[in-house]
């Protein structure tokens, strides 16, 4: 009990701690828990780790080669004579213009394709804090609701008390008050520790986010604007969208890099040779062509076909990401009426408990009558309340796809340097 009575002080605190705090995560305490995760983490290495091997693609692979030889000659005729004799040498593959530039546009699209990632990977941690904060809100409200419930279950057995003292209802009242009061007492015990279970598994994956809610949710409203300006919005900054056209573009690149590497590979070189015991010294230009075989050419049609699949991958992609987007905005201003909808009929399951309540003070009507209206009426305020976090969440959800509910644009300077 006094384990109950604390999850449900907690709660109470939470909800009323700071005055001036919104239904949803401060947005700095927001940007700084999304970065700290642990798939935005990972996403922020690999970006870093793919910036670097795209530097060292741009400055290319080919690279300095020595060489040395230790030979002795050996002369069969007259005067016969053995003679030690040495060479070193220095080469190098050359990178043309053509290939260089070819490399360049693989290590840009190579990183763009990283950065993409890294915003998908902000964008989808956005989704799961989200998800887990209302998942947190609506067991809290859900808390709240069995609280007043709650206190009302109290009043009612003190009001069926001062009959009985009055002699105006009979003591079997008492016993149907006292059940009445252990069902909602049980609810509320219940309620309290889902609310304090999910508020874990939030702070779980956020541990620095600060969980704390406005007690009173506000009134959820239809998405302003049209469905077209809005997903219009959603693609000018889906990172799962622009991920699918990275991969296309770093294929397409890599293709183009393939198809330079189809021609021969040149090389040059110095060589220095000590000849005839020292007798003879030979300095030379050594030039080389590694000539291509087939293997080449099917590697570079290889990636051209995986570049075209991956171009009609994002199409079919675009396409239901509108669908989706769209059917997201139609559900928000859908779910925001249903609550309107349920709200008035909470309001009027309310007071209709209210009258009975108080007609049942003044001596008239039936306990049991009290006791199905006031279940009536749980019923209906905790169906609006479980809608108006949903539609609540719903908007919250169109806000974030839109990039207006917290920054999710990702900076390359700040995907190095963000905590």
Do not use: C
Request: proline share 4%; aromatic share 4%; hydrophobic share 45%.
């Amino acid at each position: 009990m006094n384990a109950v009575r604390t999850l449900t002080l907690a709660l109470t605190l939470a909800f009323t701690a700071q005055a001036q705090a919104d239904y949803l995560p401060d947005p700095k305490a927001a940007e700084a828990a999304l970065w700290a995760s642990s798939g935005v983490a990972q996403a922020r290495g690999e970006f870093a780790a793919q910036t670097l091997k795209s530097q060292g693609l741009q400055r290319g692979r080919e690279e300095w080669m020595v060489g040395a030889d230790i030979a002795q000659r050996r002369i069969q005729t007259t005067p016969r004579d053995t003679q030690p004799e040495w060479g070193v040498a220095l080469s190098r593959p050359l990178r043309l213009p053509a290939r260089a530039a070819a490399d360049r546009a693989l290590a840009g699209a190579l990183t763009a394709h990283a950065e993409a990632n890294l915003g998908e990977a902000l964008h989808e941690s956005g989704r799961q804090l989200l998800m887990l904060w209302f998942a947190w809100l609506g067991e809290a409200s859900q808390a709240q609701v069995w609280q007043a419930q709650l206190e009302l279950a109290e009043q009612q057995l003190a009001a069926v008390n001062a009959r009985i003292r009055l002699g105006e209802a009979p003591r079997a009242e008492r016993v149907n008050a006292e059940a009445a009061l252990a069902q909602v007492r049980l609810q509320q015990q219940q309620s309290a520790a889902r609310a304090q279970q999910a508020r874990s598994r939030l702070l779980a994956q956020y541990p620095s986010l600060a969980v704390e809610a406005d007690g009173n949710l506000p009134s959820p409203t239809a998405p302003s604007g049209s469905a077209e300006a809005y997903v219009d919005a959603v693609l000018a900054h889906n990172h799962e969208l622009a991920r699918a056209r990275r991969q296309a573009e770093v294929l397409q690149a890599e293709a183009r890099q393939l198809a330079k590497r189809r021609s021969v590979d040149p090389s040059v070189g110095v060589f220095y040779k000590n000849e005839v015991g020292g007798n003879e010294h030979v300095v030379g230009l050594n030039l080389g062509l590694t000539l291509p075989g087939a293997a080449r050419r099917y590697d570079q049609e290889a990636t051209a076909q995986l570049s075209a699949t991956a171009q009609d991958a994002a199409r079919l992609l675009e396409q239901r990401l509108r669908q989706e987007a769209r059917a997201d905005f139609e559900s928000a201003g859908a779910q925001a009426v249903s609550w309107q909808q349920a709200e008035r009929a909470a309001q009027a399951l309310e007071e209709s408990a209210r009258l009975a309540a108080r007609a049942y003070s003044l001596g008239e009507g039936s306990l049991d009558q009290v006791l199905v209206t006031r279940r009536l009426a749980l019923d209906g305020r905790v169906q609006a309340q479980q809608t108006q976090v949903a539609a609540l969440a719903a908007a919250a959800r169109l806000k974030l796809d839109a990039h207006q509910l917290w920054p999710l644009d990702v900076d390359t300077d700040d995907a190095h340097a963000h905590p």
